[in-house]
């Protein structure tokens, strides 16, 4: 959780620093090598030098997110099927409910920023926002359980806040 956290921080600041225009490679790179999981970061380094601009990280964010939703969508709902307590059968729900709406938020984020209304694809990002928190908060309610959803959460969290921020300097 830390390390994505970090790594979106890290892309955040590299799109900042390189004027609103482009990622530089090297840039990217030495930030890398810098990073507790390289590995993890050259993902987003391959990605960065195919696109180079500032719409094409946009676009590597919003898949991710994608892919993060859709996994954590799959998570929540074999979770509910396995679940025998009620409270946590019902939090369970929860998130696959919220999951399944984030999910369709996500699609109108990526055809918005396809056609570059940025206002929209924003507003789509804090709908894709909330309900990650949403279904976090259901765990944190009387009585408390402990998720094992919580790094999922953040992750889809920490992107989508990263991705509006991306997206906030496109327009």
Known sequence: MKLL??????LALLI????????SADLIE????????????????IKACATA??????QIVADQIQINLKDTFSEASKLYKEATERVIKECFQICSEEYGVAIHYMEGVLANLKSKNYRNAREGLTGVYVD??????????????????TKNNNDVKDLALIGSQIIHILG
Do not use: Y
């Open 5 to 10: 956290r970090w790594v979106t921080i890290v």
């Open 16 to 23: 900042f620093d390189q004027s609103f225009t482009s990622v």
């Open 30 to 45: 030495d930030t890398c090598n810098k990073t507790s999981n390289f590995k993890f970061c050259v993902l987003f380094k």
């Open 53 to 58: 601009d500032v719409q094409g990280l946009a």
């Open 132 to 149: 990650a928190d949403t279904c976090e908060e259901s765990f944190h309610e009387e009585p408390v359980r402990p998720s094992p959803l």
